[in-house]
């Protein structure tokens, strides 16, 4: 496929008998989703055993391993498609490619969310199963622009998965849990821009329920929750580096120092300078 090269793999898989030794544990690499059409499969997904059914689907990043702990391809059908991203690495950020009309840091925050919460088995999803044959579809037909309605199907594949995983995951673990693995992904990562609504998709929630929990939770809202967060470490890095305090405002989010400057003293009663000063006496 010349003309989507951001598409490493599009197969659809039947297979009718036993198959001996075809199906090893491996890094398969790209971002890689695979669907469970017919059969049922146990396979090891980064060192977890799993047992798939249909309408099953699968999410690997580049670097997840997974196959069958006895090299074995059982009986049915499954399909998989595999994207090579232009940048996705445990240490980068998840740059899909120009093809995708998903926004800069809406790519960046499901890189996050994909690192954090994939691999992942996303049990009977048969909406991403459907999406997979509406592209198979439109790359077999060749029909107009079926190269856009392909790119268009790509990304919402893609933006179905990353919400599916959140929900799913939010399922799973109580409100406590879910605060303290958004907290860590907030604190790994001061220097985005952070909405109300990235931090709600980040433990499955709308913007709105999210917001009252974390009220209730916290007692601050979620935007100033963040500010103390970015305060705490501004005044980290003031005790601890030289650094200049224009890098400290940009490395903690704050779009300038001044903007720094002032939230900083609103908060804790002295300018960064008095603070810094204070550190060293």
């Not at 499901?110 to 691999?119: F, K």
Request: proline content about 4%.
């Amino acid at each position: 496929m010349t003309e989507f090269r951001h598409i490493k793999e599009l197969i659809r898989l039947k297979n009718p008998t036993v198959r001996l030794d075809e199906w090893p544990v491996r890094v398969r690499g790209g971002l890689q989703i695979v669907c469970i059409l017919e059969g049922k499969f146990e396979w090891l997904i980064e060192h977890q055993r799993h047992v798939l059914y249909p309408n099953d689907v699968v999410v690997l990043c580049p670097w997840h391993g997974y196959g069958s702990p006895t090299n074995t391809l059982e009986i049915g059908s499954l399909a998989w498609l595999t994207i090579e991203p232009t940048s996705f690495e445990p240490s980068k950020e998840l740059f899909l490619g120009e093809w995708s009309a998903i926004a800069e840091a809406d790519q960046k925050l499901m890189g996050r969310l994909l690192m954090t919460q994939a691999p992942m088995v996303l049990n009977n999803f048969k909406w991403v199963c459907d999406l997979l044959q509406r592209i198979e579809t439109e790359v077999k037909q060749a029909e107009f622009a079926y190269q856009t309605r392909v790119n268009q199907l790509l990304d919402e594949l893609l933006v179905t998965i990353v919400r599916q995983l959140s929900q799913q995951q939010n399922q799973r673990r109580d409100f406590p849990q879910a605060f303290a693995q958004l907290e860590q992904l907030l604190r790994d990562s001061l220097d985005h821009p952070w909405t109300v609504e990235e931090m709600a998709a980040v433990v499955g929630l709308g913007s709105t329920a999210f917001t009252e929990k974390v009220k209730s939770f916290s007692g601050f809202s979620p935007l100033n929750y963040l500010i103390n967060i970015r305060i705490a470490e501004a005044m980290k890095q003031l005790r601890q580096t030289a650094k200049s305090l224009t890098d400290i405002a940009l490395d903690t989010g704050f779009y300038s120092s001044q903007h720094f400057s002032t939230t900083f003293k609103k908060l804790t009663g002295y300018t960064p300078g008095q603070f810094r000063k204070r550190g060293t006496q």
